[in-house]
Each structure stands twice: as structure tokens, then as C-alpha cells.
């Protein structure tokens, strides 16, 4: 098992370009979620996902986009990317509520200059 | 809300010295409780956790014990080595809150030969 992957791990943007984030999971999953880490922030839910065809805004989602058309997978997009967006970004997934554990991707730094 | 506070780092240590890092937090009824670690370029793994007031989770030689007259969950080990150099988060999960863990902001430990 791959466990939760994730692309791209490296991306520079402009500001004002966009790009879109992949997550992945091969754990037949049914929650997935996308945080952001900055310095002395900890991390911060951007959008969440209970299953497939479903998201839900968390603590941070403007600016962000999600979609999950498939279990398995779980995308970010910036639209119109922002100095203030630069991040490193995590996805995680988990089995399901009580016995509930995260399972997190390796993350992506993003910087937009 | 729900709510994670850690004790302010970094923390540098000596190898074989006592580690401590505080962690209490704030919600109604009884949340699941949990210590996540994420080693230098990684994303974050599950180091322990406890579902109920004074259980103790165990891991690696890490300990924690959940205790709910206190609000806390303190992370402890007897006797660190140069490789448990990493970022620490305490997190909680509450039943209700959409699925969401509630992190600290981290601790950043570094334990010197």
C-alpha cells in the first residue's frame, strides 16, 4: 500500500495563476481532508470531505477549491493563487469516527511570488 | 469551540534526559485524545492516543495519560534519543464536530548528541 500520496511535492506559482493539488489514497478511505502548515500557525483544516461526491468548508477555505469525484481521490485547486497562500500543504484521509486516526501524504510547499 | 494548547517551543534536550511536553485542552464530554509526530520533511504520523479519561496511550517509548479532572495530555519519555528530533502536536477529536481533529500548534523537539 502507497498509504496517501500527494502532487506535486514542489510548485512555484505567479501570483495569480492556478494549479490544482492532487491527493490519493489506497486505503478505501472515506474522509479526506486538505490542511495548510505555516510557522507558529499548527495546522488548519481548508476543506474536508465524509465521502465521495461530498466537501465541506473548514477553518480556512477562501481562496480554495475541492473536488472528490472518486473515493480514491481528493483535489485542491487554487484559483487565482495568492503570496499569501504560499504553505505547505497536507492531505490526510481516515477510516472513520470512533476509532479515528489521520493518515497524512508527505505534504506540498507551494510558493507564490 | 474546541480547543489544543502545547507548551511553547523549541525544546532542546540532551540524549537520554527526560522529555516532557504539556498539552491540555479545552471541550465538552469526553473527546478522543492524540499525540502526532512529524520527523523533518514528513507528514504527520500518529504517535499514541487514549478514547477515554485515564487510559494511557503508549507508543516507542513514548507515554501519555488522559486526564479529565486536569483537561490533560502530557507527552513523556524516559530517556530520548537524537532520532525522536521532530515536531510534537496534541490533538483531540470530539464527537459532532464534523469529523475534525483540533490541533496544538506543535512543539518542536531536538534532542543533541
Not at chain 1, 502507497?2 to 495569480?16: D, E, I, M, S, Y
Not at chain 1, 492556478?18 to 476543506?47: K, V
Request: with cysteine; charged share 15%; proline share 4%.
Amino acid at each position: 500500500n502507497a498509504g496517501v500520496t500527494q502532487t506535486p511535492k514542489f510548485r512555484v506559482l505567479k501570483t495569480g495563476q492556478s494549479m490544482t493539488l492532487l491527493c490519493a489514497q489506497d486505503m478505501n478511505h472515506e474522509y479526506m481532508y486538505w490542511y495548510r502548515q505555516d510557522p507558529g500557525m499548527g495546522l488548519r483544516l481548508i476543506h474536508y470531505s465524509v465521502g465521495e461526491g461530498t466537501t465541506a468548508k473548514g477553518e480556512v477555505p477562501d481562496g480554495y477549491n475541492v473536488s472528490r469525484l472518486k473515493k480514491q481521490n481528493f483535489l485542491l485547486g487554487l484559483e487565482s493563487a495568492a503570496p499569501s497562500q504560499t504553505s505547505v500543504y497536507f492531505c490526510a484521509s481516515a477510516y472513520r469516527v470512533p476509532s479515528y486516526e489521520q493518515y497524512f501524504g508527505p505534504g506540498t510547499r507551494l510558493t507564490v511570488t | 469551540g474546541n480547543s489544543v494548547t502545547q507548551m511553547e517551543g523549541p525544546v532542546t534536550l540532551s540524549e537520554e534526559a527526560f522529555l516532557t511536553i504539556n498539552c491540555t485542552y479545552t471541550a465538552t464530554g469526553y473527546p478522543s485524545l492524540f499525540w502526532y509526530v512529524q520527523y523533518p520533511g514528513e507528514g504527520l504520523q500518529l504517535l499514541l492516543k487514549a478514547t477515554k479519561a485515564d487510559d494511557k496511550g503508549s507508543n516507542k517509548g513514548f507515554e501519555a495519560t488522559y486526564r479529565k479532572e486536569t483537561t490533560s495530555f502530557h507527552l513523556e519519555k524516559g530517556s530520548v534519543q537524537v532520532s525522536d528530533s521532530a515536531v510534537y502536536f496534541c490533538a483531540l477529536y470530539r464527537g459532532g464536530s464534523n469529523y475534525k481533529l483540533t490541533f496544538g500548534k506543535g512543539t518542536l523537539l531536538t534532542v543533541n548528541p
